[in-house]
């Protein structure tokens, strides 16, 4: 838009108007001044006054003539949180990327250009100016190709101009800068004023009748804003641009309710927080492997089943508002939101659709991700927080491996009863749904392989898919299949022999190495609270009922490790009877189990003791992310060395005297049995327990060496704890919380993760200069 200097007319004014607030905010919303449309579109120039600018003299006015270069633009996009709004900067790479875009872009009418930009995560439309995301369900955000910028006194960064108002303020200061004319002031219809001392020097006034008539001093509103152009004259951090190889995917999931950290941040702000920290750490711990090319990057995404469960579908969070009194509402509310989770889960019908969203989700996350990167070749880990880690457990306890799953195609099946479909509906009370199956050629033995998604697909509602798979499995498992071994559709199997012992308890006729080294498929009901036998561990007096008996789905992918955060994992499989882990068990489609959590979470347990109970072994200390331990622990460390040390030299100056006193004398004394003499005796007795103590924490260290920690993680650890901070350790409880929810910022956490990764994938961590 041109601008044409001494235009006729004068200088428009606005007219008084109480919405300051607004135009301070958008500086280019038009004011209606009774002028031209022609007015209204362009700014206006004037010579400045020598008054106005006298306060701004304060730069070196006599530099040389500087011919006009163009501004070079840099894309942003709009983050809206509350009622804060912020403008972040696209990384180099994906500013050139857009510009790009938006220099091919000729003809109007043409299709618009779409450019995949973070890691591919999002994709910018560029015509459209709007940001949407890929993986996740999230509103579009403004994005904007910019060229200046402008700061308040009270404004914490600079914020950048709208294009139209940019591109007007880049002709006027062309103007300026090609005849050499300085000390211009622009005005524009909405009563803004930019008065452009020099090329280092420009600010924008607002205008006098947008003060509040009450306001005594218009200083404050009459402060002028400092105005930038182009990206490199701000304060501004660009971020870097991420690497395009992907070596591996992760899977996060969440935990109770819709906030995982104390700034109550959805699970996707936490994983782009995770994912940030993860690439710094590449940065410094794979510098070389980076600039070799060995190492590219690790691409974690969220998984979100907490809408899901709480949506229109399923109504509970209506059910559950009717029911709820109205006293300490926000208490309430809160406790609707997270806490009731936990009993969601233990629900047969709503853990069925936890587990239904996390592995669909699972599922279309992996074939979206390798249709963005179709050459993407890596393997993919999943990670659970919380109760996620739970979600993730049982579901992983379920899935079957390649032998079970040809096994299960090309066995044969158990016999259904001689009932038809018809029969079988009518015998339920869901008749109505006989021409709707009937359609899809249906008959009980295909039924019988649906799953809950697939009877909603066919319009079914809620109620009646679950009677009608419910009557189905029932039928299709054998009297002797439901409660002890699972059957199976395959020919020979290992199937124990269900007994009753003297205290009533099931046990069974198979040592219980044998019965779960080959964990059977399960095949479970989808309504009732039966319990069914996954091949894990025992507990007393038989074979541990774990998980709710629902059908659990199976994934499209093989995990590689699964890593659970502050998981509640051992508390819930005691709870539900099992007293130990078989050292055999381990996942069928998952070779590696990292537990990981911090010292003071309550709601982290352990899994070890549950594999090895007859050695107290302590977890698995994780390493400061900066190769050293916290310095309040290496000093808690050297108190216990020094307590050693100082223990084993009394106990050897207390051995050589006793030694000394062994060598007088002792003909006097009298003689105890066996013709020991009761010295004799009691010294032997003194250097056994001398030696005892001596040798006791070598022994220890040697087991503890010794020890196999079984395969649910290869035979490696699996227990991992964090270090605490200096300022935890003097009151854990007052960080309790905070403990629970430390993990998405953790470097020592993501560390780990990528660590296990990269040694996976042969390429070694390098210990970063100091």
Known sequence: MS???????????????????????????????????????????DEASPSSASSFEMLDMESAHAPYQEVQPHWFFCRRADDNTSWLPFSREDSDKLENAF????????????????????????????????????APSEVRRCTWFYKGDKDTRFMPYP???????????????????????????????????????IMQYQPIGLQDDWVSSPSEHTRPRTVKRGVDNISVEIPDGEPEKVDHVVFMVHGIGPACDLRFRSIIQCVNDFRSVSLSLLASHYKRAQQEGQVGRVEFLPVNWHSALHGDATGVDEDIQRITLPSISRLRHFTNDTLLDLFFYNSPTYCQTIVDTVASEFNRLHVLFKQRHPEFSGTVSVVGHSLGSLILFDL????????????????????????????????????QYLDVLQNENLDLES??????????????????????????????????????????????????????????????????????????????SAVDYEYFDVGIGQANGGIAKGQVSIDYPQLEFHPQTFFAFGSPIGMFLTVRGLKRIDPNYTFPTCKSFYNIYHPYDPVAYRIEPMIVSEVDLEPMLIPHHKGRKRMHLELKDSLTRMSMDLKNNVLGSLRTAWQSFARLPVAALPPGE??????????????????????????????????????????????????????????????????????????DTALLLLKEIYDNLGVAIEQPQQ
């Open 396 to 431: 992983l306890t379920n899935q079957r491996d390649e032998s079970q799953a040809r096994q299960g195609i090309s066995g044969e099946p158990c016999h259904l009863n001689c009932n038809t479909l018809e029969q079988t509906l009518n015998r339920l009370g869901l008749q």
């Open 103 to 138: 220099t091919n872009i000729s003809d109007e009418g043409e299709e618009d250009t779409v450019v995949a930009v973070e890691g591919q995560r999002y994709d910018v439309h560029v015509k459209e100016r709007k940001r949407h995301a890929v993986y996740w369900e999230q």
């Open 674 to 747: 066996g013709g020991e003499t009761t010295t004799e005796k009691t010294l032997e007795e003194t250097q056994g327990g001398f030696d005892e103590a001596e040798s006791s924490e070598s022994v220890e260290e040697r087991e503890h060496r010794e020890i196999k920690m079984g395969m649910l993680n290869g035979g490696r650890r699996i227990d991992y704890v964090l270090q605490e901070k200096p300022i935890e350790s003097f009151n854990e409880y007052l960080f309790a919380i905070q403990s629970h929810l430390c993990y998405w910022e953790s470097e």
């Open 163 to 201: 294009e139209d108002f940019s591109k007007d303020l880049e002709e006027a200061y062309r103007k300026s800068v090609t005849s050499d004319e300085w000390k211009k002031k622009l005005d524009f219809p909405t009563g803004e004023t930019v008065i452009l001392h020099n090329p280092k020097l």
């Open 447 to 524: 039924l019988a392989l649906c799953r809950d998604s697939d009877l909603k697909d066919l319009g079914i509602p809620l109620g009646p898919r679950k009677k009608i798979l419910n009557y189905v499995r029932r039928k299709w498992l054998p009297e002797d299949c439901r409660m002890g071994a699972v059957c199976q559709a395959q020919g020979p199997q290992l199937q124990p022999e269900v007994t009753s012992t003297q205290d009533g308890n099931e046990s069974s006729g198979l040592p219980p190495q044998q019965f779960h080294l080959h964990r059977p498929q399960s095949v479970t």
């Open 3 to 45: 601008v044409s200097e001494g235009e006729e007319g004068g200088l428009f004014r606005a007219a008084p108007s109480d919405n300051s607030q607004d135009l301070l905010d958008n500086p280019t919303k038009t004011v209606a001044t009774g002028s031209t449309p022609e007015d209204q579109a362009s700014p206006v120039v």
